[in-house]
């Protein structure tokens, strides 16, 4: 069994899907997206992610989107496929069947639904690090799954040598931390991967290899710059970037149900991505637009696209500030005979 020694590092997007009229993966946009992302610098891609919402994908849809990515990507940058199944049997057929199509590892997230003792979660990944053909990264997201804690992880990692990373979403950096001193020393060559963007930059520092960050899929120049400037040790540029991340990053998770806020951030950079799966209300369908027009000013402001129809606020000015902005400058256009 041949394994692998060098560590899964850098910026792994986890990459949306675009959807045609009827709700079906629009394979040509998704191939121009893998593209545009790997043009644009990111180190890899992460399909059949949360942000790539496989749960909303049948089986065959799910192992489609791995073989539309593998092969765009064409050996290009490595693809860590998102392989978690409701059951270790079909998780195992994922693992092999993307093992064939020549993706470097799967990820693959500790049972959901269930709420799971640490040792029925040790038992999962035992069953799967003994039987699976492709190097495996944990995945631990306690938001939507059984929580990987750190013992766990140690006994995982010390056990089974196909069990080479971990990307974990908690954002929890004292946890991330308390990972790193547990396996490292055992294991060198193990990965650790962050999923939370707003402490990209801060976990990097504690001796994350990288990350499978979300905004990478909307803004890979920006994601890309943070990890380079902070793994140059240029610091004091890589926090203003962490910073306009962070804003981003808010007005996207936070503005919407997720992902749609980062579908809608998408759309903005030039793809046609279609009708989200999960229906939405009329009024979240208003709050969506509303937020596109927020989107756009943060993405203008980058120079990524145009601001919208209207403009965009004046930062740091107040409601009573841009009514005075207004009336000064209606007041000087009618100077000028132009009102």
């Known amino acids: 069994m041949m394994i692998s020694t060098q560590r899964l590092s850098g910026i792994f997007t986890p990459n949306l899907v675009p959807l045609d009229a009827k709700g079906d993966i629009h394979e040509g946009e998704l191939r121009r997206y893998v593209d545009w992302l790997i043009e644009r610098g990111v180190h890899g891609l992460y399909p059949n992610g949360s942000t ?70 040790y038992a999962y990944f035992a069953e799967i690090g003994k039987n699976t053909p492709i190097d495996v990264t944990l995945y631990n997201i306690p938001l939507f799954a059984s929580p990987i804690d750190v013992p766990t992880v140690r006994k995982l990692a010390e056990n089974f040598p196909r069990i080479v990373a971990i990307k974990d979403s908690s954002g929890d950096i004292p946890h991330m931390i308390r990972m790193i001193k547990a396996v490292r020393p055992h294991r060198p060559e193990f990965s650790f991967l ?38 140059a ?17 808010d007005t996207m998770i936070y503005s919407a149900e997720f992902p749609e806020g980062f579908r809608a ?20 369908q208003t709050d969506l637009a509303t937020l596109s027009t927020s989107l756009q000013c943060l993405l203008s402001s980058h120079g990524f696209v145009n601001q919208p129809v209207g403009g ?15 009336q000064n400058v209606v007041s000087e256009l009618k100077k000028r005979g132009v009102l």
Request: with cysteine; aromatic share 8%.
């Open 52 to 121: 790539g919402e496989f749960t909303r994908f049948t089986v065959e849809e799910r192992r489609r989107i791995i073989e539309i990515v593998c092969d765009q990507a064409n050996g290009r940058v490595p693809v860590l496929a998102g392989a978690a199944e409701a059951n270790v049997k079909e998780t195992l057929r994922a693992c092999e069947y993307y093992h064939e199509l020549g993706a470097r590892a799967v990820a693959i997230v500790a049972p959901f639904y269930y709420k799971l003792s640490p040792a029925s979660v």
């Open 194 to 231: 962050t999923g939370w963007d707003a402490a990209l930059m801060p976990l990097l520092l504690i001796g994350c290899d990288g990350g499978t960050n979300a905004t990478s899929g909307v803004v890979p120049e920006i994601t890309r710059k943070l990890y380079d400037l902070t793994m």
């Open 233 to 249: 040790g240029r610091l004091d540029e890589a926090r203003a970037v962490q910073y306009d991340l962070v804003d981003l990053f």
């Open 265 to 284: 951030a998408v759309e903005l950079r030039g793809f046609r991505m279609g009708t989200g799966r999960q229906p939405l209300s009329a009024e979240q």
């Open 312 to 326: 965009c606020p004046v930062p740091g000015a107040t409601k009573g500030d841009l009514s005075d902005i207004v």
